[in-house]
């Protein structure tokens, strides 16, 4: 066994525990899973000491971990099955995890997709190591030790998909576990591909998945996650890699966060890489959600973009963090962030940090966050047209949140999140 | 139609309609001009059913039925409408999206079905083409970075595609040229009907010449003073308001 624990809580007890009995039957490099947790036993579970997590305390909120999830028998594949029916995006080609395990049963056949491979991540093990390392943090270590294999998804050079791809995660019949997940996205040269990653794990437990997404020269991903229900408490980490002259085009609907971190970790590797990112984080009751990014121009004349929104209710807590960072050799970095939240009570709160790393000089870069209540003007125009008032506000809230998902190029995915917005304010959570 | 009865109405503790009385039968235009402060944009605001208005005494009732029990939003459905002095805009909302929401809340609240939305197209287009109001401003968001003119116009569309059986136009003449207000006008009068009243609050006399009233009213502090026909506005032109004020006072 490798590093110390200081003062462990009885979570890292737990992992502790759970990752000695792991080891042995894990798939993959073994020493590749112990380095990444001794990496993150070192760090330990962050708390709010540590300024990148400094609103998000897991330290405080993970007090146990819960059991390993198994993975999943036919129970856990039939109560999937039917909640797969109830969240899959139409038309799309889907690959189903649950508990974090790959559900061939559930999938589709990817065989007759010219273009695209499926294979077990561990067969790409350097590459995800190349990755990961962009990105150095706890939850994505604790992820790498526990990750039971993940998928590596690899869209071919040229290729331009006609469907998009969606990634499923889904809860097993047994709530309350600890789930871990991995998939790695891979496009060659001058692919192009739409990506759905729809995420409905609110059964408990605990949840840490990552995503990476690597984008070869000139390739381009529309990618839109569907965060509808995470686990008690949750940790979403996206790295992703872009080659010169590829374009990210990434945003998330985000709703029913119990305590949700999202994490991405961009680097823009090439010159002229694009990258638009955003999300709308739909949050009511005690509901906590923190977005934290951190964009890293490492190659001149890329440009980036990041549009984030928050509409809060009752108590619920939003957390954004954001960091544009351009080392001097990043001239002509074009950078502009913008984080704006929607308070629809006195009890919601939202703190917001965007920050500037600038070593270059020639660059163009700006930051910008506000606050604010629906507008009671414009709310008493629409009342006065007929439009009650419930649905004078739904109609508000919809306009506000759904400007993230304008990024999108592929229009049946920016009309996915806007229904599912529309879903979401229809039942009344906001009203 | 419309019937106002000792109104008395207080906006954080400040008196601003005292005790005015109107009536609005059927098919009439009922022009309201009066001096700044006078409580004329309150008194449309109160009668659409604004919530930042205290109403400490009297009534309001529309067809006979009392309007001061309801939204705002069933005021509508019970055929009122307001053309606003100044539009609101609401970004990411398209206009015709704003529309067809409009319409069919207030068909549903009145236990209507929803209009088909290739007759819901025409109509607006139709409506549209008749204010000069290009197809495209119709994509887009409700007023968002359009003229003043512009504004005005896409309030009368919507009260053509509302068909309110009474409109109060809260000084439709304001950020408007002679050629936009001729327009706006000419929409007004093509909605004039037996079945259908107007209440016409303004400053000038000069919007009367485009809309011409049945009656004219003169508010001033809180309440009607004077009551006449068309020619008491051209009497304002050449007075002023000097007089009520002092009288009132």
Redesign the interface.
Same mark, same amino acid.
């Given at each position: 066994m490798g590093a110390p624990l200081k003062n462990p809580t009885q979570a890292e007890q737990d992992f502790l525990r759970e990752f000695a009995l792991l080891l042995d039957k894990a798939p993959g490099d073994a020493a590749e899973r112990q380095a990444a947790f001794d990496r993150f036993a070192r760090a330990g579970l962050p708390s709010r000491r540590v300024e990148s997590w400094h609103y998000s305390d897991l330290r405080v909120k993970l007090r146990q971990a819960s059991p390993l999830a198994e993975p999943p028998d036919h129970v856990s594949l039939d109560y999937a099955r039917a909640e797969l029916e109830k969240v899959a995006a139409p038309g799309a080609l889907k690959l189903v995890s649950i508990d974090g395990f790959f559900a061939p049963d559930l999938s589709d056949d990817f065989s007759r997709v010219a273009g695209v491979e499926i294979r077990p991540l561990a067969a790409l093990s350097n590459d995800r190591a190349t990755l990961a390392l962009q990105a150095d943090d706890p939850l994505l270590d604790l992820n790498g030790a526990f990750s039971p294999g993940g998928l590596t998804i690899e869209i071919a050079a040229g290729i331009s998909l006609e469907k998009p791809i969606e990634i499923v995660a889904l809860c097993g019949a047994n709530g309350g576990r600890s789930r871990f997940s991995r998939v790695h996205v891979v496009l060659g040269e001058g692919a192009r591909a739409s990506l759905i990653e729809t995420r409905a794990e609110g059964f408990g437990g605990f949840g840490d998945s990552a995503l990476l997404l690597s984008l070869g020269k000139a390739a381009e991903l529309d990618y839109a996650c569907r965060s509808r229900d995470s686990a008690t408490v949750d940790v979403q980490t996206c790295v992703v890699s872009l080659e010169a002259g590829a374009r990210l085009c990434a945003t998330a609907l985000v709703a029913g966060a119990a305590f949700l971190r999202r994490q991405l970790f961009v680097t823009c590797a090439g010159e002229k890489a694009e990258l638009h990112l955003s999300a709308a984080s739909m949050l009511t009751g005690q509901e906590h959600a923190d977005i934290t990014l951190v964009v890293t121009h490492q190659a001149p004349a890329c440009l980036s973009r990041e549009t984030f929104k928050f509409v809060l209710a009752e108590q619920a807590e939003g957390v954004f963090q954001g960091k544009i960072v351009v080392p001097p050799q990043a001239q002509k970095t074009d950078g502009k962030m913008v984080c704006r939240g929607l308070l629809l009570s006195d009890d919601a709160s939202l703190q917001a940090k965007p920050e500037l790393e600038i070593f270059a000089d020639d660059v163009a870069c700006g930051h910008g966050a506000a606050c604010g209540k629906l507008?009671?003007?414009?709310l008493?125009?629409?009342?006065?047209?007929?439009?009650?008032?419930p649905?004078?506000q739904a109609?508000?809230i919809?306009?506000?949140a759904?400007?993230a998902f304008d990024i999108l190029r592929d229009e049946s995915l920016r009309d996915l999140l806007n229904a599912d917005l529309a879903a979401l304010l229809q039942t009344g959570a906001f009203a | 139609m419309l019937e106002i009865e000792n109104l008395h109405v207080s906006v954080a503790g400040k008196k601003i309609l005292d005790g005015l009385s109107l009536s609005v039968p059927a098919g009439q235009v009922a022009a309201i001009m009066g001096p700044n402060g006078s409580g004329k944009s309150t008194l449309s605001y109160v009668i659409?059913?604004?919530?930042?208005y205290d109403v400490t005494e009297g009534s309001i009732r529309l067809g006979g039925v009392d309007l001061l029990d309801k939204?705002?939003?069933e005021?509508?459905?019970l055929g009122l409408?307001?053309v606003?002095q100044y !539009?609101?805009e609401? !970004?990411?909302?398209a206009t015709m999206?704003?529309l067809k929401?409009?319409?069919n809340?207030?068909r549903k609240?009145r236990d209507e079905a929803e209009m088909a939305i290739p007759d819901f197209m025409k109509r607006v287009r139709e409506a549209a083409a008749r204010l000069n109001i290009p197809q495209d401003m119709l994509k887009r !968001?409700v007023n968002l970075g359009f003229s003043g003119g512009e504004k005005k116009r896409m309030e009368i569309l919507?009260m053509a595609l509302?068909e309110p059986r009474f409109a109060i136009l809260d000084e439709l003449d304001s950020g408007l040229d002679i050629d936009a207000l001729r327009i706006c006008a000419d929409g007004v009068n093509a909605l004039r009907s037996k079945e259908r009243s107007l209440l016409v609050i303004t400053h000038y006399q000069r919007l009367l010449d485009y809309i011409v009233p049945d009656v004219v009213h003169v508010m001033s502090e809180g309440k009607i003073v004077r009551s006449g026909g068309p020619e008491l506005a051209l009497e304002l032109e050449k007075s002023g308001y000097a007089d009520y004020a002092s009288e009132a006072a």
């Open positions: 507008d009671a003007n414009q008493f125009y629409m009342e006065s047209r007929g439009i009650p008032r649905e004078a109609i508000l919809q306009a506000f759904a400007e | 659409a059913g604004r919530a930042d939204t705002a939003a005021r509508a459905a409408f307001l606003f !539009p609101l609401i !970004p990411g909302v999206t704003f929401a409009a319409l809340a207030q609240m !968001p919507q509302l």
